[in-house]
């Protein structure tokens, strides 16, 4: 059975860099979508970007647009975010999902309901 664990959370001053991981066992990530969302406090769960099973067609929500990068290292298993320029704003629990395999054959969905395997989410912090 699929099972994501996150890492690469922390606390960043704005302006910083951080970068996390998705690691994916018990399964292969080939068949599926992987999706990365965020929670702040008081906030309702956002997506932030997501990338296909192969791969490729990464989408990302505008408020991260030309920040974040999202990237799949299939021998790894791992799905990477990359965030620069970091904002006060960005300051959340950011978790990883994943489509049911073969759920999605091309791109990836932004809704957070098309995604049944989460992982267990690590905190950002970008504060002075």
């Known amino acids: 059975q699929l099972q994501l664990v996150e890492s690469g959370g922390g606390l960043v001053q704005p302006g910083g860099s951080l970068r996390l991981s998705c690691v994916a066992s018990?399964?292969?990530?080939?068949?599926?979508?992987i999706g990365w969302f965020r929670q702040a406090p008081g906030k309702e769960r956002e997506e932030v970007s997501c990338i296909s099973r192969r791969g490729d067609k990464p989408k990302y929500a505008d408020a991260v647009k030309g920040r974040f990068t999202i990237s799949k290292d299939s021998a790894e298993n791992t799905v990477t975010l990359q965030m620069n320029s970091l904002k006060p704003e960005d300051t959340a629990v950011y978790s990883c999902?994943?489509?049911?395999?073969?759920?999605?054959?091309?791109?990836?969905?932004?809704?957070?309901?098309?995604?049944?395997?989460w992982g267990q989410g690590a905190q950002v912090t970008v504060s002075s």
């Open positions: 018990g399964s292969t990530l080939d068949y599926s979508a």
């Open positions: 999902a994943a489509t049911r395999p073969l759920q999605f054959i091309e791109g990836c969905p932004m809704e957070y309901d098309k995604y049944n395997t």
